[in-house]
């Protein structure tokens, strides 16, 4: 099995804390990675040294097979959709001009129409970017991340904020990504039920790594899923 | 009077470079307006103030020395912003503040004002000679040639520079290319509109063409529509009632956008404005 990530005794660490303490696991081709952790876990910071916007860390992180500190040719293969996009809200940009950003090569029109028409946001192409839902924004940022073809795609809690209908559209693209365009996706979430039913592996961060498996091991065994609530409820309190 | 200023060769150097101004103003303006850097032309505007005072100084041609002291001056202030975590608007402020001291101290040195420095604090877009003309339409062409070229580059990274990042734009060198860019714009227009207005320029046409425009190229061509009337009316209006080019310049552009502001005001404009 192809290994797609390698993350090797990764520590980060603020002046006052320690963001992530010694997490190593790894990804395989065509895995469907849920990352669960409460607020403050670390996923957001984990996120941003796998694509090099934090390159403070101890450890290794490796995309197919080198080290990311050597090469940052990977990031080509990755396709990364943040948790809320930040960007003017009046900006003069179209869908299709957002689209088209995330192109690093020449423009193939056709894939760019076809990826529009999967997503659902053909019609929106002329509309601006600011003035969609936020369900349909993060749509056109998918189609963004796809536009070349990635062979990973990093996603971060991306349905925060988005309406329930436009959440279940987006996870059904998702897994279609992924079974039928074998498509490795790494995905941060909040939702314990959405992780069940679409990944099939889980990792369970906070701040360490105190789960990472198939994801029926980890639903399956009630002390592991008990333990990750309370933790996660904890968190939530002390937010509060 | 109203047609035969049409045939006098000055007033044909000053609508071709006051256009090709108006294209490049617009066009690097926008980048600027989107980066929340509205005020940063206004910044090198007043850092080139003190290099036109050392070449006025030193007998060198004025706008050599604006050109080499404004654009070092804003690369090394976009340097020291990112270096020591300084917000835009307080380094735009240094940088204003420091050019325009450097170019008064050596005013009073080199014995007081003259007619030459008033030309370029507001603008003599009728005395452009034919060599500052080759000079405006070459730098205009080869700005724009950059910008289409780098064309996702600067979008992407204006839109937002994380992402752009992650997709391997090399951000960082793009945003010392667009300083680059606003410098030699905004010494190339000074003979336009002068040290003290050329912000409007930069900012006004833009600002009012992105209450207009859906996409950005649409936007853009909104954004040189508005500018090339501003310019080419103030120019012509100026010399006819015989007042100062570089504010009636201005002033047509903020009535273009007085007048947006009303048509958006009655619900005129479509959604998303």
Redesign the interface.
Known sequence: MLKVVEIDHLTIEYPDVKAIDDVSFTVNQGDFLGIIGPNGAGKSTLFASMLSLNTKYKGTIKFFSTDIRKSKNYLKEIGYVPQKPIFEKNFPATVNDVVKMGLQKESDENKIDEIMQQLWIHELSERRIGELSGGQQQRVFIAKALVNNPKVLILDEPVTGIDQQSIDLFYSILKELNSKQNITIIWSSHDLDAVNKLANHVACLNRTLFFHGESDDFFENDELVKQYSEASMQEHMHHH | MTFEIFTFSFMHRAIISGIAIAILCSVVGLFLV?R?YSLFGDAIAHSSFGGIALGLMAGIYPLWTAYGVSIVSALIMTRIKDRFNISGDASIAVLLSSGIAVGLVIIGLSGGFTLDIFSFLFGSILLVSVNDTILILSLTGIILIVILLLY?QL??ST??E???????VPVEKINYLIVFMAGITVVTSIQLVGVLLISALFVIPNVT??MY???????VIISMSFSIFSVVAGILVSYIFDITPAGTIVLFAIGIFACTMGIKSAGLLS??N
């Open positions: 989107l929340r996702r979008l992407y839109f937002n994380e992402q752009a990042k992650v997709s391997g063409a992105i425009g859906k996409g950005f190229k649409q936007t959604r998303h």
